[in-house]
C-alpha cells in the first residue's frame, strides 16, 4: 500500500457507457495528478491539480472530466470512450506542488478496457 | 523537448549478479530525476528521487547517480534477486514548462533468474 488508492483495480466499460476513476490520499499531499500508461509508450501526464485548482489539462479529449473536490480526493469521469482510450490509468500526488522537493506518490493504477 | 531514453528495454541476468541501468535525458534543466519500479499490471513504487543539486542517493542494495551536465542517471542494483525482476522507469522533472510534468522513459524491463 502506498498511500494512494485508486479503485477500481479493473474496469471494463462500452463506449456509450459514463464511468468515474477514484482516487484517495492521506498523506497530506498538496497536489494530485492524473497520469495514462499505454501499452509501449510512457506514461504521459492527463491533469494536475494543486489546492484543489486545476493547474494543467495537458490538451486531453473532453471525454475525459476531472474532478478534485478536496485535497485527498481526485476523480476522473469517464464518458464515450473510444476503445484506443484502453490503458492503465494511474493516480500520483505530491507534498508540494510539483514534486520538487520529495518527488511523486503513485497509486496501483485502474486498468480500462474499453469495448 | 525533453526526451528520455532508457537502455537497455530488456536484460536478463543470473541471480547473484550486480547490474546498471542507464537513463538519458536531453534536457539538463531538471529539478529531479526519480527512479520507480513497477511490476506487470500494478502502479509505481518510487525507489530513489535524486535532486540535482546531488550526485548520487542510496537505499539498500540500489544505487543511484545523477550526472546532469551530460545528462545521464544510473541505477546500479547489487547482488541482484529474482524478486527485483520488474520494469524499472526513470523520470525527470523540468524547470519551467507544465507544473508537475515528470516526464518519463519506456522502461528496463529486468528478468533475475534463480
Known amino acids: 500500500e502506498t498511500g494512494v488508492t485508486q479503485t477500481p483495480r479493473h474496469l471494463v466499460m462500452g463506449m456509450t457507457n459514463k464511468k468515474s476513476l477514484k482516487c484517495e490520499q492521506h498523506?497530506?499531499?498538496?497536489?494530485m495528478y492524473w497520469y495514462k500508461q499505454s501499452a509501449k509508450k510512457p506514461l504521459e501526464l492527463m491533469f494536475v491539480?494543486?489546492?484543489?485548482?486545476?493547474?494543467e489539462n495537458n490538451s486531453v479529449p473532453s471525454r475525459f472530466s476531472p474532478e478534485c473536490p478536496n485535497s485527498s480526493h481526485l476523480f476522473l469521469h469517464l464518458h464515450t470512450l473510444q476503445p484506443e482510450d484502453s490503458a492503465l490509468y494511474l493516480c500520483?500526488?505530491?507534498?508540494?506542488?510539483?514534486?520538487?522537493?520529495?518527488?511523486?506518490?503513485f497509486g496501483s493504477g485502474t486498468r480500462l478496457t474499453v469495448v | 523537448k525533453q526526451e528520455v531514453t532508457q537502455i537497455p528495454a530488456a536484460l536478463s541476468v543470473p541471480e547473484g549478479e550486480n547490474l546498471v541501468l542507464n537513463c538519458s535525458f536531453t534536457d539538463s534543466a531538471i529539478y529531479n530525476l526519480q527512479w520507480f519500479r513497477q511490476d506487470p499490471g500494478k502502479g509505481l513504487t518510487s525507489l530513489l528521487l535524486i535532486q540535482s543539486s546531488q550526485r548520487e542517493q542510496t537505499s539498500g542494495r540500489l544505487n543511484a547517480s545523477l550526472d546532469k551536465s551530460s545528462g545521464r542517471s544510473t541505477l546500479y542494483i547489487a547482488a541482484s534477486q529474482p524478486g527485483d525482476s520488474a520494469t524499472y522507469l526513470c523520470a525527470v522533472l523540468n524547470y519551467g514548462g507544465s507544473q508537475g510534468n515528470l516526464i518519463f522513459g519506456k522502461g528496463t524491463k529486468l528478468s533475475v533468474k534463480p
Open positions: 491539480y494543486s489546492l484543489e485548482e486545476r493547474v
Open positions: 500520483a500526488s505530491s507534498q508540494d506542488s510539483g514534486g520538487l522537493d520529495y518527488g511523486y506518490t
Open positions: 498523506l497530506g499531499h498538496n497536489a
